[in-house]
């Protein structure tokens, strides 16, 4: 499997600000994919990071609200723009590795909590 | 929409009991089904299923898809407390090359001592 890491682990924020969480993986992956995971509830595809032009995002999420960057094959950003507390949830980056189709390799986590 | 629908949603045994997790699905186009589980933040990957039947077995762990009736089962024997977690149930979306998962809400299963 893939060695993902994810900064920060988490953080506590106030409202209207922003933060940006990283993803870097020790080899190079095919796909990295950013999703959320609100409290008590399952993981949700915010959007699929595409090396060196726009993510493509799933109905509901706009790239104003999160924008992401991924200048290489194995680093990826996510930032939460202007937050609110229904923000406050866990951002997870996940990869696929060339040749190792559709098995989906989590980083750690970033617990967010907006106040 | 693809739709994943993962039972009991949550599940307390004690310990050295055996315990079976549902999950069926409805996808076109099936591809495969992924379990994980997460224990605190990141989901930790255990099986992929693509072939009906074909049971996948990783210590007490093990699983088993049905192509026929949409429905994967995770075993867990003689379960420890180190089992407790959420177990996820996940399949990619529609469309070939397509690797978004579309996730269940998963089953909390506690194990106490």
């Known amino acids: 499997s893939a060695v993902i890491s994810q900064k920060p682990s988490r953080d506590i924020c106030q409202r209207g600000t922003s933060l940006t969480i990283q993803c870097q993986v020790d080899?190079?992956?095919?796909?990295m994919f950013w999703y959320r995971q609100q409290p008590g509830q399952s993981l949700t595809l915010i959007a699929t990071?595409?090396?060196?032009?726009?993510?493509?995002?799933e109905s509901g999420f706009v790239i104003d609200k999160f924008p992401i960057s991924r200048p290489n094959l194995t680093f990826s950003t996510l930032t939460v723009s202007n937050m609110s507390p229904e923000d406050s949830s866990i951002y997870l980056c996940?990869?696929?590795?060339?040749?190792?189709?559709?098995?989906?390799?989590f980083g750690p986590g970033t617990r967010l909590l907006v106040l | 929409e693809d739709k994943v629908v993962q039972s009991p949603l949550s599940l307390v045994v004690h310990e050295g009991d055996t315990v079976t997790l549902n999950c069926s699905y409805e996808v076109t186009n099936f591809r495969s089904l992924l379990w994980y589980k997460q224990e605190k933040k990141a989901p930790t990957f255990l099986f992929m299923l693509?072939?009906?039947?074909i049971e996948k077995k990783s210590g007490r762990l093990s699983s088993i898809l049905d192509k026929k009736e949409l429905f994967s089962i995770l075993n867990i024997t003689a379960t420890q407390t180190g089992d407790s977690a959420i177990y996820l149930c996940?399949?990619?979306?529609?469309?070939?090359?397509?690797?978004?998962?579309?996730f269940g809400k998963g089953t909390k299963l506690s194990v106490i001592p």
């Open positions: 990071a595409n090396q060196g032009s726009e993510a493509t995002y």
């Open positions: 693509t072939s009906s039947g």
């Open positions: 996940s990869v696929v590795r060339a040749g190792i189709q559709e098995t989906q390799y």
């Open positions: 080899s190079q992956v095919t796909m």
């Open positions: 996940a399949v990619p979306a529609e469309g070939a090359g397509s690797y978004q998962l579309t």
